[in-house]
């Protein structure tokens, strides 16, 4: 495996709307589909599309949304041995609302009542097998307790820091790559002052830093760096999912040994492209149209890195 994930699945069902209702309100949809999601589950998606290798190691319920879930996953080649069933409970979905004028979203989630995947359940040989775990803050115990060995073990440990949440501050400091929202990168140092955001969450623990800010782009901290990536401007249809697909970017980047500039460039580039369909899957590209799409703006995958990532210590 290149990179092996715990996190979150979910199904998603999700409607294109001339605006979002108010209360009452009656809409006829201009679009409805059906997709997986979830920001351990995207990244990993993408990933496969890249050409990348990956497994899943979560819990889900018992019902025919995990079965969905799971299908779809394997369906992408995602390796799916150590995704868990609860019995008689179920799964995750979500109702996501967006706006056609701007392509941003409402979503209504229901975390269903599964008990999620407990550090018993792990089996840390097959999660530190590969060079890059990934994260999302499910499931925090177990994560924690993964991040842990597997800064042990001289691996990546990648965190998708999404939301304002107490419970990801230790995995933050746990990671050596934090790629945070701005939610999270205001709510974890207490401030607005973006320059203070890359400082003080590399002092929590990670050797990279990245913020992202949606179609402002990224800001990205290194030992030795700081510089910011904008994003590449596309026609919005639909951002679902497109900060769980920049991970996903990123992280093939990193194993292909680009340079930090780098990664954040072409995950700036799944990202974008995955914003130009419908739901938070349909739109990630496979690797030849992502080397055209780069191309197109004066970036080639087919030159040499320019040099190792440093998201490891």
């Known amino acids: 495996m290149d990179v092996t994930g715990i996190g979150h699945a979910c199904i998603d069902t999700i409607g294109l709307v001339p605006h979002l209702p108010a209360l009452d309100e009656v809409l006829v949809m201009d679009a409805t589909t059906r997709q997986g999601g979830g920001p351990v589950a995207q990244a990993l998606v993408t990933l496969q599309r890249l050409g990348k290798k990956t497994a899943f190691h979560a819990r889900l319920g018992d019902d025919t949304i995990a079965q969905e879930i799971r299908t779809g996953l394997e369906a992408e080649g995602v390796d799916c041995t150590h995704l868990l069933r609860d019995p008689g409970h179920v799964s995750n979905t979500s109702i996501i609302l967006v706006d056609r004028a701007t392509g941003k979203r409402s979503i209504c989630a229901h975390r269903g009542d599964y008990h999620p995947i407990a550090p018993a359940d792990l089996d840390l040989d097959a999660l530190c097998a590969a060079p890059i775990l990934h994260l999302d803050g499910h499931a925090p115990e177990a994560a924690l307790h993964a991040a842990r060995e597997a800064r042990c073990r001289g691996r990546i440990v990648s965190m998708d820091a999404g939301h304002a949440r107490d419970d990801l501050i230790p995995l933050a400091a746990a990671a050596t ?136 210590e």
Do not use: N, Q
């Not at 990205?220 to 769980?244: L, S």
């Not at 954040?264 to 799409?293: E, H, Q, Y």
């Open 177 to 312: 790559l934090l790629i945070a929202s701005e939610k999270f990168a205001m709510f974890a140092t207490g401030t607005g002052d973006e320059t203070a955001w890359g400082p003080t969450l590399r002092a929590m623990g990670p050797s990279t830093v990245v913020v992202t800010r949606g179609e402002r782009g990224s800001l990205t901290w290194t030992a030795d760096d700081h510089f910011v990536t904008p994003a590449f401007p596309v026609d919005v249809v639909d951002t679902t999912g497109a900060g769980d697909v920049f991970h996903g970017g990123y992280l093939y980047a990193v194993l292909e040994g680009r340079s930090p500039r780098e990664c954040a460039t072409i995950a700036s580039a799944v990202a974008a492209m995955k914003c130009r369909s419908l739901g938070g899957r349909a739109g990630i590209p496979m690797l030849p149209a992502l080397s055209r799409f780069l191309g197109d703006h004066g970036f080639t995958l087919e030159r040499p890195p320019c040099g190792d990532f440093c998201g490891d």
